[in-house]
């Protein structure tokens, strides 16, 4: 399973932005997929639903809920993350990555994983 994260960017507080992790590899249809973030100076931390390719709960971390809405395109492979009312706090390197444990938060669990795609939030 291959995974390319991309779509962060520089947005004031308030705004909105959405991530795109496109998938290929001929199994991944049997992994779920969520987003993880990473600030500076700490540690990585889910954000976002880890969501099953064929459907399945969706799970948020506090601090996004409400604000962030992960979903997928099965047609086109890849999984979205639409993030509104974009905090400073929020700034980080965002990540997707896959699991076949569906529902997980835990970063053991995922066993692949993008690059990252930069999100900064200006005050």
């Known amino acids: 399973v291959q995974l390319q994260a991309s779509g962060g960017g520089l947005v004031q507080a308030g705004g909105s932005l959405r991530l795109s992790c496109a998938a290929s590899?001929?199994?991944?249809?049997?992994?779920?997929v969520g987003w993880f973030r990473q600030a500076p100076g700490k540690e990585r931390e889910f954000v976002a639903g880890?969501?099953?390719?064929?459907?399945?709960?969706?799970y948020y971390a506090d601090s996004v809920k409400g604000r962030f809405t992960i979903s997928r395109d099965n047609a086109k492979n890849t999984v979205y993350l639409q993030m509104n009312s974009l905090k400073p706090e929020d700034t980080a390197v965002y990540y997707c990555?896959?699991?076949?444990?569906?529902?997980?938060?835990?970063?053991?669990?995922?066993?692949?994983w993008g690059q990252g795609t930069l999100v900064t939030v200006s005050s």
């Open positions: 990555a896959a699991t076949k444990t569906v529902g997980s938060s835990y970063i053991p669990h995922y066993d692949y």
């Open positions: 590899g001929r199994t991944f249809s049997s992994y779920a």
């Open positions: 880890t969501i099953s390719w064929s459907g399945g709960s969706t």
